[in-house]
């Protein structure tokens, strides 16, 4: 069974900096788009940023380009969102999903 954990959330000043991961274990994931979602409470899940788990295709959602760096570590199964310049309004709980399987979240905050 797939299990993904993310980590790397916490409090940030804006402008600041943050790296999440996200550890997949239960299976290989040659084949898929493992993505970053975000969420705040009372609104819909937003796609962020995915990266094709075999040729490395990244895509990004257009509030987050030129500032979100998503990658990859194949041999540790484990998909990276680096955020710099980071924004209140990027402030929410960020979930990766590989497959139709979410993660638990980890939650950013971003201080003005």
């Known amino acids: 069974q797939v299990q993904l954990v993310e980590s790397g959330g916490g409090l940030v000043q804006a402008g600041g900096s943050l790296r999440l991961s996200c550890a997949a274990s239960g299976r290989t994931f040659s084949s898929y788009t493992m993505a970053w979602f975000r969420q705040v409470l009372g609104k819909e899940r937003d796609f962020v940023a995915g990266i094709s788990w075999s040729d490395g295709r990244t895509y990004y959602a257009d509030s987050v380009k030129g500032r979100f760096t998503i990658s990859r570590d194949n041999a540790k199964n484990t998909v990276y969102l680096q955020m710099n310049s980071l924004k209140p309004e990027d402030s929410a709980v960020y979930y990766c999903?590989?497959?139709?399987?979410w993660g638990q979240g980890t939650p950013v905050t971003v201080s003005s």
């Open positions: 999903k590989v497959d139709g399987v």
